[in-house]
């Protein structure tokens, strides 16, 4: 008898962009999860990935962090959220893609355990919603400032649908403040 998946995978408007969502155990004492195992994560998806890199990030609420990849070594991502709330979004920059040009928005948080993979060739920011958030991820490739690009985070062609309130601005820093528009930047 074969054990049940561990992980229940769901895809999204971006076929290789998956929403996985661990199994969680928990009674009156709390919950227990497996945030990561390496066998059950490529039997799952399929995936054959190493990871080599893991980052953490404190952010204040309408903080918005993106949209970064990497023009040289490239990153997959592993992402989640394990404090607070965030709305984690990818565009697809990759031209030969058939879903070239298309954003993907999921709201991680500490509640619903959900994770996101994203694979290389695809532009990555949130925007936390909650008052504070962590935000952990783990990558396929080292960071490679040289070949650090940042897409707009509010250009018109991708359109993405930010849940920001009427009148209320993001915090950012002056790098993802100067992204360059979906036509000046960089594709893969």
């Known amino acids: 008898m074969s054990n049940p998946p561990k992980l229940l995978l769901t895809p999204t408007v971006i076929a290789d962009v998956l929403i996985i969502e661990p199994k969680v155990f928990g009674d009156d004492r709390g919950w227990f999860t497996e945030s990561f195992n390496e066998q059950d994560f490529a039997a799952s998806t399929g995936l054959d990935v190493s990871f080599v890199q893991d980052n953490h990030s404190f952010s204040r609420r309408w903080t918005l962090r993106g ?14 959220v394990v404090a607070g709330s965030v709305f984690d979004v990818v565009v697809d920059i990759r031209k030969d893609s058939s879903t070239y040009g298309k954003w993907v928005g999921v ?18 920011g949130f925007l936390v919603l909650s008052e504070t958030a962590e935000f952990l991820y783990k990558t396929t490739d080292y960071y490679h400032p040289q070949s650090e690009a940042c897409l707009a985070w509010n250009d018109p062609i991708v359109g993405i649908e930010w849940p920001l309130p009427t009148g209320v601005q993001p915090n950012m820093n002056a790098k993802d403040t100067a992204g360059l528009s979906w036509d000046k930047a960089p594709k893969f």
């Open 67 to 80: 949209l970064h990849y990497q023009l040289e070594q490239t990153q997959g991502k592993l992402v989640r």
């Open 107 to 124: 709201e991680l948080s500490a509640q619903n355990h959900k994770q996101l993979w994203i694979p290389p060739g695809l532009a990555h």
